[in-house]
């Protein structure tokens, strides 16, 4: 199997005894879950590889997420399904300060651009 490079960020601690490197692909992780906490996001959208990768029992949990770390800035871009009667200026504002809070939180980085592009509206089913 090849070797798969994957970029990572270090982070500065004060005091520490070594350095710590975060892997973007964590970074994603922590943007797509603090997306999906949101109410009126449905889901978060993908291509068309990763939804049939998902249907085959492997699901991402950086499907529609793509994270970019320079100097200790992060840029977040991420493709969303919303739920049909949710405000999309607020819902997406609201998208946009949990994963900016989640992953400053979490990561010590500075996150500069909450990037969300609206792919789809899901409607609720009604049983």
Do not use: W
Request: net charge negative; charged share 25%; proline share 1%.
């Amino acid at each position: 199997m090849a070797n798969e490079v994957t970029h990572t960020s270090t982070i500065e601690l004060d005091g520490g005894y070594g350095e710590v490197k975060i892997a973007d692909e964590v970074i994603a992780i922590i943007a797509g879950l603090a997306a999906s906490e949101v109410k009126g996001v449905a889901s978060m959208a993908g291509n068309a590889t990763r939804d049939l990768i998902e249907k085959l029992g492997v699901k991402s949990l950086t499907k529609g997420v793509k994270v970019t770390v320079q100097d200790s800035e992060a840029t977040v871009d991420m493709n969303v399904n919303l739920r049909y009667g949710f405000s999309v200026p607020e819902t997406c504002s609201e998208i946009q300060e949990k994963v900016k809070t989640a992953i400053e939180t979490m990561t010590g980085l500075h996150v500069t651009v909450v990037n969300i592009k609206i792919v789809s509206v899901v409607m609720d089913h009604e049983k």
